[in-house]
């Protein structure tokens, strides 16, 4: 392999093989995991909810594995991705494929002792879809790529869910929809201003397949999708006063700010429109957190 | 024959370090299968 040569100038430590489990993708999932878990009915059992939550995140681990095994070709080309542990040349390729594979297996033993069938099944299918469905099919095949790979990260508070319950529910596929309908929005934001990166990693992404506008467009569509959706569990009863008032303040600025984004040439190489851009990817990262964050908090005070 | 593999100084200390981090996740996941063992069993639940 071409890693061997350049191992032998820094041997890799435990942290580079931490990193390939892209733990910031982690902290995320084990936090809506943790969300799902909570708001799922039932009293639960502490011990079986620490080691679902803990199955789920070593499956988002095991994802990270496995996507940069994959993607060490694209990772090198873009600059956001070249010093990840394949394309520094700190970790071998083959190690990656270990380490994803042998965590994969060990997140959906633990589930299926700790929480049955049904969120172990869940949680397999979560790590395939983002691994092969995600990672080597759509990713470099089309423009939908983050639309329908978004599944994969849209799933854990249905696999908590279901850890808790053995079931899922209406809500439950609630929270889903939500992270799923947030995801577009969210990754074209980001893609418009990294249109060129994409452009040379040849990664079909919208601005670099149909062009910035068009991409715009898409992001004020979805987020008008998003926003009213995201109310939804005010009238489930899943959301409680502060969820309300944080989905219906959050969905109306997240609208501002994709009208902004639309009313604007970001991605087409002007640094003060990309800003907007920026805004808005940063924005919905904070949205999602406080959208979850509530319903952590209305569950809370419902005890 | 291929040559053994002599390990500089840093790499060995690299690959303890490993090893180490690589004992402690083994040992977690004894202690987690144990503690989901006497979660069920007190649930009554197989």
Redesign the interface.
Known sequence: MVDVGITETRAAAASDYFALLKPRVMSLVVFTGLVGYVCAPGQGDAVLGFAAILAIAIAAGASGALNMWFDSDIDAIMTRTRARPIPSGRVAREDALMLGLTLSALSVVTMQLAAGPLAAGLLAFTIFFYAVVYTMWLKRATPQNIVIGGLAGALPPAIAWAAKTGSLSLDAWLLVAIIFVWTPPHFWALSLLQKGQYEAARVPMLPVTHGAKATRQHIFAYTLLLAPLATAPIFTGLGGAIYAISSLAGGAAFLFLAARVLASRAGEGDKAQDRRAGILFAFSIFYLFVLFAALLVDHGLAR | MSEPIIL?P??A???K??N??LALAISV?VL??F??????M??GVG
Do not use: C, G, P, Q
């Open positions: 500089t840093e790499e200390r690299a690959r370090r490993r180490f981090w996941f987690l299968v503690a989901i063992t006497i979660a069920k007190k649930a």
